[in-house]
């Protein structure tokens, strides 16, 4: 079978897109949930075995380094001048013997390679060079999909005030996705940063951002996230 042109996948899932549009909006779906006043950047999985050649959860290289790193420098910067709170998170296991009849990762190791993520392999784990850590960031270790999921997230965000998270990160179909629909379950304004957001599957990001903007948070691009980054001060002085 022969492959089908990206450009060509992009133009059948917009006309679908349109479609599925039509009917959301006539049911009362696609709704904004807006943005608030104490914003946060949950930055999920941009770790170098994500982010980065050769390994089993390597995403899209292309729009890794030609969309998603620029798009999350321009972030991090904007937060960093404006004192907006920043979470990278990242997913790392200690028990990978998959015969072991105990581990820190559920049964997910039935489904997908998390044993090539090893605990003792910091650098597989470690946030991307390109966007690492500040002091003052923290760096949450999860081990489930969802950042939310069975950590200290929520406390954190909240003890913080915030009423906002902008989720960047990989992939959109898992673990970005979960973590945006537990966000906005546990009551913050979700926003899915557009150009920020990668996977692994062709039309996957479009697909899951397309769904996400009509039922679990608002997609936004990095250029409205940026200024909106970079009007927060203003924006809490008149609140």
Not at 83 to 103: K, L, M, Q
């Amino acid at each position: 079978m022969q492959d089908l042109d990206p450009k060509e996948l992009d133009r059948l899932l917009q006309q679908a897109f349109d479609t599925a549009s039509k009917l959301y909006k006539e049911r009362g779906f696609q709704r904004r949930v807006g943005l608030g006043n104490r914003p946060a950047l949950i930055s999920v999985d941009l770790a170098n075995a994500w982010t980065r050649p050769g390994n089993p959860f390597t995403c899209d290289q292309e729009k890794m380094d030609g969309e998603i790193i620029p798009s999350m420098q321009r972030l991090l910067a904007a937060c960093r001048a404006n004192g907006v709170p920043v979470i990278h998170v990242t997913t790392a296991y200690e028990i990978t013997d998959r015969t072991s009849p105990f581990t820190d990762m559920g049964l997910w190791h039935d489904k997908i390679p998390v044993d090539v993520v090893n605990l003792k392999d910091k650098e597989l784990w470690a946030i991307d060079s390109r966007i690492a850590p500040v002091e003052g960031e923290y760096t949450l270790l999860k081990k489930r999909a969802s950042a939310f999921h069975g950590t200290e997230l929520a406390g954190i965000l909240r003890a913080a005030n915030v009423d906002t998270i902008l989720v960047t990160g990989v992939t959109a179909c898992a673990c970005v996705r979960q973590t945006i629909c537990d966000g906005l379950a546990d009551g913050f304004r979700t926003i899915a940063v557009r150009e920020a957001i990668g996977d692994r599957v062709p039309g996957a990001v479009a697909w899951n951002l397309f769904d996400i903007d009509a039922k679990f948070g608002d997609v936004v691009s990095v250029d409205d996230c940026v200024g909106y980054l970079n009007g927060i001060k203003d924006r809490q002085a008149a609140a």
